[in-house]
C-alpha cells in the first residue's frame, strides 16, 4: 500500500507564494506518475499537475505559468510550487500516485489533504 502525507497549507494573500509537499512511504520511483488535485468548496475536485517518472511533467492551463511541480526522489517527495497565487486558486489541495499495473488496471493513492487560502 501506497500511503501520501501532504503538508505546506496555510493562508496566504493574493500574489504570494505557497510551497507544497507530498511525502510517499515508499520510493516515488514505483509510483508511474504523481499528480495534484484540487477542490474548492462546492465544486468537482480538479487536476493540478502531474509529474511523470521520465521526468515529464503537464499542467491545468488555469496554473500553467504559475505553478511547478518537481520531485526528489531521495526524499520520496514530489513538491508543488504555486507562485502568483489568486483567490481562485483557494481550496483543498490532494496529492495522488498512480500505479499502472497493466493496459487496463490501474490503482490510485491519494493523500488526506492540505488546505490552501487565498484572500484579495
Known amino acids: 500500500q501506497v500511503q501520501l502525507v501532504e503538508s505546506g497549507g496555510g493562508s496566504v494573500q493574493a500574489g504570494e507564494s505557497l510551497r507544497l509537499s507530498c511525502a510517499a512511504s515508499?520510493?516515488?520511483?514505483?509510483?508511474?506518475?504523481m499528480s495534484w488535485y484540487r477542490q474548492a468548496p462546492g465544486k468537482q475536485r480538479e487536476m493540478v499537475a502531474h509529474?511523470?517518472?521520465?521526468?515529464?511533467?503537464s499542467y491545468a492551463d488555469s496554473v500553467k505559468g504559475r505553478f511547478t511541480v518537481s520531485s526528489d526522489n531521495a526524499k520520496n517527495t514530489v513538491y508543488l510550487q504555486m507562485d502568483s497565487l489568486k483567490p481562485e486558486d483557494t481550496g483543498v489541495y490532494y496529492c495522488?500516485?498512480?500505479?499502472?499495473?497493466?493496459?487496463?488496471?490501474?490503482?490510485?493513492?491519494w493523500g488526506q489533504g492540505t488546505q490552501v487560502t487565498i484572500s484579495s
Open positions: 515508499g520510493s516515488i520511483l514505483d509510483i508511474d506518475y
Open positions: 495522488k500516485g498512480t500505479i499502472l499495473g497493466g493496459p487496463a488496471r490501474i490503482s490510485e493513492y
Open positions: 509529474i511523470f517518472n521520465t521526468g515529464s511533467r
